[in-house]
């Protein structure tokens, strides 16, 4: 069974850093396109990043210089490095996999981030 | 960015009804449209993916078509557990989300 469980969230300080992570079981990170997907607030979805099983990543402007993304194999896990964090930043972080390209067919439960003074 | 509009933004129905939901993109995105339900403090569920094609174990009730700019969700009849917030999502560009339709008990 494939399962997503991310950590990581908390409160931070605008101009801060924070690292979280999502582990994965049932199927390898290093396979499949793994993703990471925030909401908001009582807001919608905003895909963020995206690492390709051969490596390459990708970024949506937001967060483009920011965020990095990245996976360590030997833990099966996906990492998100979240660097100068603002208010807005503020929401919920999903991760997600797929077998296909900007796709997300299993997700975890969230970890939220609160960008706050 | 490939803006995607959804529609309506609240459809008021019973259980039992039938549920259309409209998804419409600002350039074409050939079939690379997928639809995902998300009910209140969870993560989304993929149902559909490539505009018609349901993802493991989702029911028969729902079902996607459409193609190029202009695309549907159906749920045949409604089931109690299918009241909740729809997204399309589209990946033929960088991938982003309509703005959702909330599927609420009249």
């Known amino acids: 069974e494939v399962q997503l469980a991310e950590s990581g969230g908390g409160l931070i300080q605008p101009g801060g850093s924070l690292r979280l992570s999502c582990a994965a079981s049932?199927?390898?990170?290093?396979?499949?396109?793994m993703s990471w997907v925030r909401q908001a607030p009582g807001k919608g979805l905003e895909w963020l990043s995206i690492?390709?099983?051969?490596?390459?990543?990708y970024y949506a402007d937001s967060v483009k210089g920011r965020f990095t993304i990245s996976r360590d194999t030997s833990k099966n896990t996906l990492h998100l490095q979240m660097n100068s964090l603002r208010a807005d930043d503020t929401a919920v972080y999903y991760c997600?996999?797929?077998?296909?390209?900007?796709?997300?067919?299993?997700w975890g439960q969230g970890t939220l981030v609160t960008v706050s003074s | 960015e490939i803006v995607l509009t959804q529609s309506p933004a609240t459809l008021s129905l019973s259980p039992g009804e039938r549920a259309t939901l409209s998804c419409r993109a600002s350039?074409?995105?050939?079939?690379?449209l997928a639809w995902y339900q998300q009910k209140p403090g969870q993560a989304p569920r993929l149902l559909i993916y490539?505009?018609?094609n349901r993802a493991t174990a989702i029911p028969t009730r729902f079902s996607g078509s459409g193609s190029g700019t202009d695309f549907t969700l159906t749920i045949s009849s409604l089931e109690p557990e299918d009241f909740a917030v729809y997204y399309c999502?589209?990946?033929?560009?960088?991938?982003?989300f309509g703005q959702g339709t909330k599927v609420e008990i009249k």
């Open positions: 997600g996999a797929s077998d296909r390209p900007n796709l997300g067919d299993y």
């Open positions: 049932g199927f390898t990170v290093s396979s499949d396109f």
């Open positions: 690492i390709y099983p051969d490596g390459a990543t």
């Open positions: 350039q074409s995105v050939s079939s690379y």
């Open positions: 490539e505009t018609f």
């Open positions: 999502q589209q990946g033929f560009h960088w991938p982003t």
